[in-house]
């Protein structure tokens, strides 16, 4: 039978599984929203980095004023991390599974979610493109579980996609909606799923379409991004895509449509350039070296403190459009 669920009620205590990449930063969203949060991992170091890398974010936030200096003595006293997933979880209103893209994994883990919780939680996944019905066939209470798929950095990008299960009630997908707009995000509910979601798949595209130019030699990968950041990107911040199309003209982008997609790269698996990057070990900034070099003394060491504070200072303008 399925369980009653109240909006009402008012959210204590939040668990995040996995305190990685995004967990640690989804983390911080609870607390900052005035949630006692249990942050769990098996890895020790992780929790420990996890409160490191907190209070780091925190500390930007406050040098770019977007922050006030109290804000890290509060949100770090409202977290408190464990490597008992059990003890995370017990008493839990929200979960949040935050752990590596495997859906073995994800099964194991939500069974002991679904078993160590009372029948009033909500839990989610945060997965990027996994089908979490699968998840749900061995568990309870499978009319509580969702997705929530968050983007990094979780605490500084507005948007989370926000997708039902085959099991998940309509009542369990308003309270999460609601819940994060209680907590500062812009929930998205996808209406349908698809493999990789809504942005990925856009974002995805456009990826396949810029190594295909990479490769083609029509620019390098320094120009390639300043060029889409500091143009339509930037643009988009301020407007989406199909706005722009309207606000340009349907019949334009119909014509340029036509011109265009006959030409536009149509790779159906990872192009040579990808797949040579990979076989050789250049995997990004956690290697030194991607598209770009990252290794101590480079210009691009400290590229995510500048995308953060680019971040910040977007932020900052549409909230005051916003008028928030």
């Not at 305190?19 to 640690?24: D, I, S």
């Not at 929930?187 to 990826?207: D, E, S, W, Y």
């Not at 300043?226 to 982008?253: E, Q, Y």
Request: proline letters at 2%; one cysteine or more.
């Amino acid at each position: 039978m399925a369980s009653t669920l109240k909006r009402e009620r008012t959210v204590k205590q939040v668990a995040v599984v996995g305190a990685g990449l995004m967990g640690h930063g989804i983390a911080q969203v609870f607390a900052r929203g005035g949630c006692s949060v249990k942050l769990y991992d098996t890895n020790e170091s992780a929790l420990r980095t996890s409160k490191e890398r907190i209070r780091s974010n925190l500390k930007l936030c406050i040098e770019t004023g977007f922050e006030d200096k109290t804000i890290v003595d509060k949100v770090l006293s409202r977290i408190e991390t464990t490597r008992d997933l059990r003890e995370a979880v017990q008493g839990a209103d929200f979960v949040t599974e935050a752990v590596f893209e495997d859906l073995n994994l994800k099964k194991e883990v939500f069974k002991e979610i679904d078993a160590a919780t009372g029948d009033r939680v909500i839990m989610a996944s945060n997965t990027s493109g996994l089908d979490i019905s699968e998840v749900g066939k061995g568990i309870r209470k499978s009319d509580r579980l969702l997705i929530t798929h968050w983007f990094n950095p979780p605490h500084l990008i507005p948007v989370v996609e926000v997708l039902k299960t085959e099991a998940t009630t309509d009542k369990t997908l308003q309270w999460t909606l609601s819940f994060l707009k209680e907590m500062g995000k812009e929930p998205v509910h996808i209406l349908k799923q698809v493999p990789g979601f809504l942005v990925n798949r856009i974002q995805t595209a456009m990826f396949r379409e810029v190594i295909g130019l990479l490769e083609a030699g029509v620019a390098t990968a320094e120009n390639i991004d300043r060029a889409v950041s500091g143009s339509f990107g930037l643009r988009l911040a301020a407007i989406g895509p199909l706005a722009t199309v309207d606000l340009a003209g349907v019949h334009l982008w119909f014509q340029g449509a036509t011109n265009l997609y006959p030409l536009f790269d149509d790779s159906k698996k990872p192009q040579k350039t990808l797949a040579e990057m990979v076989e050789k070990g250049n995997l990004g900034k956690k290697t030194g070296k991607g598209f770009f070099d990252y290794q101590a003394g480079s210009a691009k060491g400290n590229e995510e403190e500048i995308r953060d504070k680019k971040l910040l200072g977007i932020l900052g303008i549409l909230r005051k459009y916003k008028g928030d």
